[in-house]
C-alpha cells in the first residue's frame, strides 16, 4: 500500500501531464463533443478522424488508472484527485462490451472500469455524470444554432 505522500507524489505527476497541450486538447475534445449515443457511432468515432484523440484520452485514463489497480496509487486519493475520469469512462461504458468484442479485446480499459465502479454510488454517479455531459453537449448545439 503507497503510503499518502507517494500517493499524492503520483497524483501530482498525473495532473502534470494532463497539462501537456495535445494531451488537453484532446480531453477538452473528448469531454465537450465526444457525445455517442449507440454502438455504431462509438466505432465510427474510432475509426473517423479522431481516433488519435480517442486513443491519447482513453490510454491516458487507463493508464493513470493502471497505478490505482496495481497498487501504486491509493484508489480514494486518486479518485479524489481526478474526478475527470467519471466523465470519460460514462462516455464509452454503456457500450464496452460491443467495443471489447468488436476490438477482440476482452480486458479494454479494465483498469478505468475498476477504478470507476469500485466508487461509492458508481452507476448512480456514473448516471448522472451522463446526463449532464448530454444536457452540456445539447445546450452547445442549441446555442450554436440560434447563432447561425
Avoid: C
Avoid at 493502471?66 to 464509452?92: C, M, N, P, Y
Avoid at 454517479?125 to 447563432?147: F, H, P, S, V, Y
Amino acid at each position: 500500500m503507497p503510503t499518502p505522500f507517494e500517493s499524492a507524489q503520483l497524483n501530482l505527476k498525473l495532473f502534470e501531464l494532463r497539462r501537456e497541450p495535445v494531451l488537453r486538447e484532446a480531453r477538452a475534445w473528448v469531454t465537450r463533443d465526444f457525445n455517442p449515443e449507440t454502438p455504431e457511432e462509438m466505432m465510427a468515432a474510432l475509426q473517423g478522424e479522431h481516433n488519435t484523440r480517442l486513443r491519447m484520452v482513453y490510454g491516458y485514463w487507463d493508464m493513470a488508472a493502471s497505478l490505482v489497480t496495481t497498487g501504486a496509487i491509493d484508489a480514494d486519493a486518486f479518485r479524489a484527485a481526478h474526478s475527470e475520469i467519471v466523465g470519460a469512462f460514462s462516455k464509452i461504458q454503456p457500450f464496452l462490451p460491443q467495443l471489447r468484442a468488436a476490438m477482440e479485446l476482452p480486458d479494454l480499459f479494465r483498469n478505468m472500469e475498476t477504478v470507476v465502479m469500485t466508487a461509492p454510488d458508481a452507476a448512480g454517479r456514473l448516471e448522472r455524470t451522463r446526463k449532464r455531459l448530454r444536457d452540456m453537449a445539447t445546450a452547445r448545439r442549441g446555442k450554436a444554432e440560434t447563432q447561425a
